[in-house]
T-cell receptor
Framework: GNSVTQMEGPVTLSEEAFLTINCTYT??????LFWYVQYPGEGLQLLLKATKADDKGSNKGFEATYRKETTSFHLEKGSVQVSDSAVYFC????????????FGDGTTLTVKP | EAGVVQSPRYKIIEKKQPVAFWCNPI?????LYWYRQNLGQGPELLIRYENEEAVDDSQLPKDRFSAERLKGVDSTLKIQPAELGDSAVYLC??????????????FGPGTRLTVL
């Protein structure tokens, strides 16, 4: 079956530091890849997505590139802010497997001023 | 545009009691999902609906869990009887349909269930 493995947290950074959260996946088909973010007390919301190999998703200064050769979709941001503190989930959706979605376990990011 | 609405936000019950969660998806979204999220883990799919049809309920513990989406709009998830291990956050999500937007999902805030 499909699976998503995320870098274990928690991750603590100082404001303006560079962020990388690793995500690798296993899929039988050709998945679309997503990063969702969950702020305290809120539901998950889509941060960015990429639907085919070499696509780059970007939003709010975050980026991730769909790397089929390494089956990875690492999340990066050049300069984090305190407001980026949240839990980040990597996910895939496999349209060749009835659209089934698989989520990683999440990585908690804390940014300190 | 209103987002996915869930109620209640919090529920505390004793084991062996029944409990129900309600979800109203975004207007026009045909696909509705129920997930369970245990502490420190990602969401795990319980059931997915396309309109009123349950198209994937393979992960739903059918001995105690049931769900319905009678008119293809809002949905109810029920647990009867609840067990200690059911303590989790129950998330509802919706999407336009399975193929549109590559299955981008919109999540509600969740219901945090505590079973004592």
């Amino acid at each position: 079956g499909n699976s998503v493995t995320q870098m274990e947290g928690p991750v603590t950074l100082s404001e303006e530091a560079f962020l990388t959260i690793n995500c690798t996946y296993t899929a039988t088909g050709y998945p679309s890849l997503f990063w969702y973010v969950q702020y305290p007390g809120e539901g998950l919301q889509l941060l960015l997505k990429a639907t085919k190999a070499d696509d780059k998703g970007s939003n709010k200064g975050f980026e991730a590139t769909y790397r089929k050769e390494t089956t990875s979709f690492h999340l990066e941001k050049g300069s984090v802010q305190v407001s980026d503190s949240a839990v980040y989930f990597c996910a895939l959706s496999d349209l060749t497997n009835a659209g089934k979605s698989t989520f990683g376990d999440g990585t908690t990011l804390t940014v300190k001023p | 545009e209103a987002g996915v609405v869930q109620s209640p936000r919090y529920k505390i019950i004793e084991k062996k009691q029944p409990v129900a969660f309600w979800c109203n998806p975004i207007s026009g979204h045909n696909t509705l999902y129920w997930y369970r999220q245990n502490l420190g883990q990602g969401p795990e799919l319980l059931i997915r609906y396309e309109n009123e049809e349950a198209v994937d309920d393979s992960q739903l513990p059918k001995d105690r869990f049931s769900a319905e989406r009678l008119k293809g709009v809002d949905s109810t998830l029920k647990i009867q009887p609840a067990e200690l291990g059911d303590s989790a956050v129950y998330l509802c999500a919706s999407s336009l349909d399975q193929l549109a937007n590559f299955n981008e999902q919109f999540f509600g805030p969740g219901t945090r269930l505590t079973v004592l």
